[in-house]
């Protein structure tokens, strides 16, 4: 048995790839990466060619990285790669030790002290760039566990206290940096920013959580802690790994009862349903759906309760129930014009708007089939993209699948290319998928012209997510 090919590790994640990801692109089972990482097993030689493309390393460097660790490794190593942390001195990743300690599996935790402990590792491992494949593969069991926890609301606060007294302005400073880090993640995508809001979660915000409080201060505190775990795993769920990012979103949850924020409870618990609709699990997609909407205020945030109707919405339709899920496009469009109606809108709803909405209602309508009724959300959707990338991408690929519908194959390829060469523009796993989906959909029709200057546009581009 070898030892761990760091040098491997550090092409794959220079690549914008996961373990999973690469794994995907070659056909293999999800482990396989992960074990030629560990120096367990190595590539079939008929893989090697495909897996130095993927890379961006000639066949002669791909054998020097898996090298590494073996007999045949070779005297004098070229210098690792070298990154700089924010704050930290300059560190080679090859340096840093196997995490401490076993990721726990991601749940609601009533003790707080537990939450915190178990916040730390994940964010530790994460922060440190550990990719355990335990950390990467969906907790199916996570999300009724989450509704328990959530609808019992027993919280035992266990922490002892230490230090300076936390005050307003560390709240302040606490909701402004995760605004700027939301607003990197939205504008670039593809886990742009989240090693800098791992690192700030836990050199900053975790010791601030354990600081003595004011009541007020300590429920803001919490509040604004929970939002940015919610941001966290958000970059992290969009860079395909989602049971570390189930992790962040257990603990903003479980944060968020401290902060006795019922609102932003529900918040929660549809950002979780759409991660399991992304993951094609519509059924649990649909049961969070519901608990968000049974969770969220009857009237005080309005637009809480549209997002979990049009969750709700969009998990019917993958269900193929039309008429669950119209019933809940109508009430997501009645919800959303009392917001409309009020001024009043939380800083963690700002991205909440008429494209939002739109993205929401043509889902549902395509999954549906009805490629009319989502027409006017598309153009709105269309309309509204702005400087943000995957939505660009999510946007041209709504078209192409309209036009798919209505048999308009070269309309299709058309807007695929356009999705392929804004998905170019970003790291992000979700708007890669986009891309390979919509070939999965265009597959029937490979000979046809438009097709093939698609699948070649998509290999030149995004090779990871070629045929």
């Not at 964010?123 to 009724?144: C, K, M, N, R, T």
């Not at 598309?378 to 048999?407: N, P």
Request: charge should be negative; charged fraction near 25%; glycine fraction near 6%.
């Amino acid at each position: 048995m070898g030892g761990r090919r760091f040098g491997f590790i550090r092409a794959r994640k220079k690549a914008c790839f996961t373990q999973e990801s690469l794994a995907h692109a070659l056909n293999l089972d999800p482990t396989t990466v992960g074990h030629w990482e560990r120096g367990r097993t190595e590539p079939l030689p008929y893989k090697r060619p495909k897996l130095a493309k993927l890379l961006g390393v000639t066949p002669d460097e791909l054998e020097d990285l898996l090298a590494e660790g073996t007999d045949r490794e070779v005297s004098k190593p070229a210098p690792a790669a070298r990154f700089t942390m924010p704050g930290s001195v300059t560190t080679d990743r090859a340096l840093l030790p196997e995490p401490p300690v076993k990721v726990p599996a991601p749940q609601y935790e009533p003790s707080l002290k537990d939450a915190l402990t178990t916040l730390a590792i994940v964010a530790g491992v994460d922060g440190h760039g550990f990719d355990d494949p335990e950390v990467v593969a969906f907790s199916s069991q996570l999300p009724a566990k989450a509704i328990r926890g959530w609808r019992a609301g027993v919280t035992i606060d266990d922490v002892e206290r230490s230090g300076e007294p936390a005050r307003v302005r560390d709240i302040d400073e606490v909701i402004t940096t995760t605004k700027s880090l939301d607003q990197l993640d939205r504008q670039f995508g593809g886990d742009y920013s989240r090693s800098l809001a791992v690192k700030y979660l836990t050199d900053r915000v975790l010791p601030l959580l354990r600081r003595p409080a004011s009541d007020l201060v300590r429920r803001e505190l919490f509040q604004a802690a929970a939002v940015l775990c919610e941001v966290i795993g958000y970059m992290a769920y969009d860079a395909g790994l989602h049971r570390r990012a189930q992790h962040y979103f257990i603990q903003a949850l479980r944060f968020t009862q401290e902060a006795g924020n019922q609102a932003y409870g529900s918040f929660v618990l549809g950002t979780m349903s759409h991660q399991a609709l992304y993951l094609d699990r519509p059924d649990q997609a649909l049961t969070l759906a519901q608990a968000a909407e049974h969770s969220a205020p009857s009237q005080s945030l309005a637009v809480v309760s549209t997002e979990a109707a049009m969750l709700e919405a969009t998990a019917s339709a993958a269900l193929g129930d039309a008429s669950g899920s119209i019933q809940a496009l109508c009430r997501a469009e009645a919800s959303y014009e009392r917001h409309t109606a009020t001024a009043e809108t939380p800083y963690w709803m700002t991205h909440w708007d008429e494209s939002v909405f739109a993205s929401f209602a043509s889902s549902a309508w395509l999954d549906l089939g009805d490629s009319k009724a989502a027409e006017p959300y598309l153009q709105t959707l269309w309309h509204g993209t702005g400087q943000q990338v995957r939505r660009q991408v999510f946007a041209a690929g709504q078209l192409a699948r309209a036009a798919l519908l209505e048999h308009d194959v070269e309309q299709s390829a058309h807007y695929g290319n356009m999705a392929a060469e804004a998905a170019a523009a970003t790291g992000s796993k979700r708007s890669h998928r986009i891309v390979r989906d919509l070939l999965v959909r265009l597959d029937g029709h490979r000979q046809l012209r438009p097709v093939r200057e698609l699948t070649d546009t998509v290999t030149e581009l995004l090779p990871s997510e070629a045929p």
